[in-house]
């Protein structure tokens, strides 16, 4: 059985030969039928009846015009509305200044009232700094307490006598003041000593006599499980206090009971020295010994203020 041969496309000339077919002659295809004619396909009579032709666009469209009736400019020209648009964008500065000022003040409000990292956190122990070195430089006699009353004096030398330590021992501890004493600057990996500060002007001038208490402190800022410990308990009336930077560890010999003011000025200090001395703590080996020293002495000058309060 041979299939059937399917027609050729329709063409013009309808007289052409095919030699497929008997007789060389291609037989023409059937027309298309018109609209109002039925279709020779069998289509039930039940289903809808096609659209006889493309359902026409409500008024006359011209050409170069879209089916929504918008006529489409020339190339290279600009309809009036895109011009009124970017006519618009264009703003002056003092309309940018007073679009843009409640959000910059909300920001500015936000740093600088902030409890956590706002402005004062960092501006105020600065200020403290300054004022306390410029006091010392220019005015190193003053006190900011008056001297005590001459009962006072008697019952203080009195109980001085009887339990072996000083008059000046026994003062600060019944005006409740605090005093950093020595600061040291450990490694913040290895715990060795970078540089330190004393009162005591022998401890200051030799590395071999603190070294010793540098090595204590290291050994006790950490535990066996890798633990940090911020404050340390030395003595009766001393005790390290420990903060922890990036590069190094600050750690200071407070004499009597530090507040929350002497915590916010050992981390002022802190984040200076990392501030200035950056490159150098990441050189592995940089000697910075002497060149530190100086910020180390800013926090020696902590100190409280005596209290009225005389127990």
């Known amino acids: 059985m041979t299939s059937a041969t399917l027609s050729p496309f329709p063409v013009p000339q309808s007289g052409l030969a095919d030699p497929s077919r008997p007789g060389g002659r291609m037989r023409g295809l059937r027309p298309l039928p018109t609209p109002g004619e039925p279709s020779a396909v069998g289509i039930p009579a039940d289903w809808p009846q096609p659209f006889g032709e493309m359902p026409a666009v409500a008024g006359d469209l011209e050409p170069g015009m879209p089916v929504g009736g918008e006529p489409v400019p020339p190339f290279g020209e600009v ?86 330590r000083t008059y000046e021992e026994i003062f600060f501890e019944k005006t409740r003041r605090f005093q950093v004493e020595e600061v040291f600057l450990l490694d913040s990996s290895t715990l060795a000593l970078v540089s330190f500060a004393s009162c005591d002007p022998a401890r200051h001038a030799s590395v ?33 206090i420990a903060r922890r930077g990036r590069y190094v560890i600050l750690v ?54 005596a209290t009225c309060a005389v127990s």
Not at 86 to 115: C, M, N, S, W
Not at 140 to 156: T, Y
Not at 271 to 283: G, K, N, S, T
């Open 208 to 240: 071999r006599r603190v070294v010793g208490t540098a090595q204590r402190l290291a050994a006790q800022l950490r535990d066996s499980s890798g633990r940090f410990h911020p404050e340390l308990q030395l003595s009766a009336v001393h005790r390290a």
């Open 79 to 164: 309809p009036a509305a895109a011009a009124m648009a970017d006519a618009a964008q264009d703003f002056t500065d003092d309309e940018l200044r007073e679009a843009f000022g409640p959000i910059v003040e909300h920001a500015v409000r936000r740093a600088v009232y902030a409890k956590e990292n706002g402005i004062d956190t960092y501006l105020e122990p600065m200020l403290r700094a300054a004022i306390r070195r410029a006091l010392a430089e220019y005015a190193p006699a003053s006190r900011p307490f008056q001297p005590p009353g001459v009962l006072d004096r008697l019952i203080w030398h009195i109980r001085a006598l009887f339990t072996s």
């Open 252 to 305: 200071a010999v407070v004499r009597g009971r530090a507040n929350e003011l002497v915590l916010a000025d050992l981390e002022f200090a802190l984040r200076r020295i990392e501030d200035h001395f950056r490159d150098q703590f990441v050189q592995e080996g940089s000697a910075l010994l002497h060149e530190l020293q100086p910020f180390l002495e800013d926090c020696l000058l902590i100190q409280s203020p």
